[in-house]
């Protein structure tokens, strides 16, 4: 299927309009969306291709910065997340260095979440996303 590729410049307005969808259709306000960091550092561009092509739904969408992927699942809580990193685990035959955040319970707004899978990643994945800073 493959998801939808946006540019990194655009990943803090993409939070933002997945967080508007989220505002608008979701009454109940439960994990509305979650948002997967990988690092694919290890991985060749035709197998990240692949895997892309073949795990993700029509409906999420992707933003990287070189190899750091941030993957965004509309509707989707952190167990249904993990079982699509667990996909991709196996796809590449080994463990991902990754973490999850959904909204709004990491985050309310696209400065809360990335501050959050900021710090998250530097701490537990050992990398440094101080580049999240930059965007508008």
């Keep these: 299927m493959a998801g939808i590729h946006f540019q990194f410049e ?3 307005q993409l939070l933002r309009l ?9 009454e109940n306000r439960a994990e509305s969306f979650t948002i997967l960091y990988c690092d694919l550092s290890s991985q ?4 990240i291709e692949a895997a892309l092509e073949k795990i993700l739904r029509a409906s999420d969408t992707i933003a990287n910065k070189e190899k ?3 993957f965004v699942f ?9 079982i699509v ?4 685990d196996n796809f590449f035959g ?3 260095n990754s973490f999850l955040i959904s909204y709004p319970a990491n985050g309310e707004s696209a ?14 994945c050992k990398k440094d996303l101080d580049y999240l800073d930059l965007l508008k």
């Design 18 to 26: 997945n967080i508007g969808i989220a505002d608008r259709l979701d």
């Design 111 to 124: 400065d809360e979440l990335t501050a959050v899978l900021q710090n998250s990643v530097k701490h537990f």
């Design 10 to 12: 655009d990943f803090k």
């Design 44 to 47: 060749k561009d035709d197998k």
């Design 85 to 88: 990193k667990k996909l991709f």
């Design 74 to 82: 509309p509707y989707t809580d952190k167990y249904g997340a993990e």
């Design 94 to 96: 080994s463990f991902l």
């Design 68 to 70: 750091d992927y941030f």
